[in-house]
């Protein structure tokens, strides 16, 4: 059980240790968010997730108490992913992980999928704002994505 009184702490990732708890974050994540998507592409996107996506990225943990609760994956000046566990969520994670890579790796650009508006609202918050819009996600699935643009500098917590 997570103490409330702990600390969060931001890490770099630990590469294909960190994978397995990850991966189940995500999942979790994308189960309970991400409900447009088409039977099968939650499957085959978790198929690659160790062995495609995490390793292409820089990776940021977010733990308390060596419980990894979120991660965030960074390239160049932009978010690739960053995913909270359900149990973190309206916790400060989230912030935190995108504060630090901000403030980092410079991240300037987020894309995320048009139909989940909770990930919409949490960026918009945070100071992005849409500069551009594709039908698509990144491999050609019928997923629109908008593309963010970082405005202001988040909050840092």
Do not use: C, W
């Amino acid at each position: 059980m997570q103490g409330t009184g702990s600390q969060l702490v931001i890490r770099d990732g630990r590469g294909a240790s960190d994978a397995p708890a990850l991966v189940r974050i995500r999942r979790t994540v994308v189960t309970s968010t991400h409900h447009f998507l088409r039977p099968g592409d939650l499957e085959k996107i978790e198929a690659r997730m160790a062995t495609d996506y995490l390793p292409s990225v820089t990776v940021l943990v977010a733990e308390r108490d060596t419980i990894p609760l979120g991660f965030a994956g960074i390239a160049d000046d932009r978010l690739e992913m960053l995913f909270v566990s359900d149990t973190a969520h309206g916790r400060g994670v989230g912030s935190a992980l995108l504060g630090e890579a901000v403030a980092r790796f410079g991240v300037t650009h987020v894309d995320v999928n048009e139909q989940n508006e909770t990930a919409r609202r949490f960026y918009r918050r945070r100071g992005f704002v849409a500069v551009g819009r594709s039908a698509s996600d990144a491999e050609g699935r019928p997923y629109p994505m908008l593309h963010l643009e970082l405005t202001v500098e988040p909050p840092r917590r």
